[in-house]
T-cell receptor, first 115, second 113 residues
Framework: GQNIDQPTEMTATEGAIVQINCTYQ??????LFWYQQHAGEAPTFLSY????GLEEKGRFSSFLSRSKGYSYLLLKELQMKDSASYLC????????????????FGAGTQVVVTP | EAQVTQNPRYLITVTGKKLTVTCSQN?????MSWYRQDPGLGLRQIYY???????DKGDVPEGYKVSRKEKRNFPLILESPSPNQTSLYFC????????????FGPGTRLTVL
């Protein structure tokens, strides 16, 4: 099984940087995702990490350490529109069936950006 | 426009009355999945499908059925809905070769009385 932990809520000021941590325990790790979800809307894809290291995409970066079961999402130059829930998700390969389709999400981190 | 559509968007029903939530994607994606989202619990996977006629259970499959007879459609069936299935449901799809970015439908808010 998989256990995914991330903080419930974080508050930061416009223009600042916020780092959202995600820790997981899983067998058959096959990738970690970050999604953004605004209230009342569907999640949208932000990033994917399967190898250790940092992936940068504009103001957003995501880091993965497979040996530590740890990832973070870094949001730079925060804007008011970044106020949303950020979801960490881990994909695992089901060894008995060679299926990689099972995906488990953390409960999400609500980021509140203040003026 | 590339998209995932779900119908209905909102549904209020009564216990035991069979219902189907449809999901369709126009991106020729192999992979499709259903999730439910509840406050404090996040998104939980119900079922997923790697391709036509290939489906498998997620973390919370009890009380649900799915089918994948065609690539574009992946309906979620509740044979006998119960109040604990009141939730927000999302369908998602992705390209099976990379399987990375999932595109989510707009969601279906279901209330079972």
């Amino acid at each position: 099984g998989q256990n995914i932990d991330q903080p419930t809520e974080m508050t930061a000021t416009e223009g600042a940087i916020v780092q959202i941590n995600c820790t997981y325990q899983t067998s058959g790790f096959n990738g970690l995702f970050w999604y953004q979800q605004h209230a009342g809307e569907a999640p949208t894809f932000l990033s994917y990490n399967v190898l250790d290291g940092l992936e940068e995409k504009g103001r957003f970066s995501s880091f993965l350490s497979r040996s530590k079961g740890y990832s973070y999402l870094l949001l730079k130059e925060l804007q008011m529109k970044d106020s949303a829930s950020y979801l960490c998700a881990v994909r695992a390969t089901i060894m008995t069936t060679d299926s990689w389709g099972k995906l488990q999400f953390g409960a999400g981190t609500q980021v509140v950006v203040t003026p | 426009e590339a998209q995932v559509t779900q119908n209905p968007r909102y549904l209020i029903t009564v216990t035991g009355k069979k219902l189907t939530v449809t999901c369709s994607q126009n991106m020729n994606h192999e992979y499709m999945s259903w999730y439910r989202q509840d406050p404090g619990l996040g998104l939980r996977q119900i079922y997923y499908s790697m391709n036509v006629e290939v489906t498998d259970k997620g973390d919370v499959p009890e009380g649900y059925k799915v089918s994948r007879k065609e690539k574009r459609n992946f309906p979620l069936i509740l044979e006998s809905p119960s109040p604990n299935q009141t939730s927000l449901y999302f369908c998602a799809s992705s390209d099976g070769t990379s399987g990375n970015e999932q595109f989510f439908g707009p969601g279906t808010r279901l209330t079972v009385l």
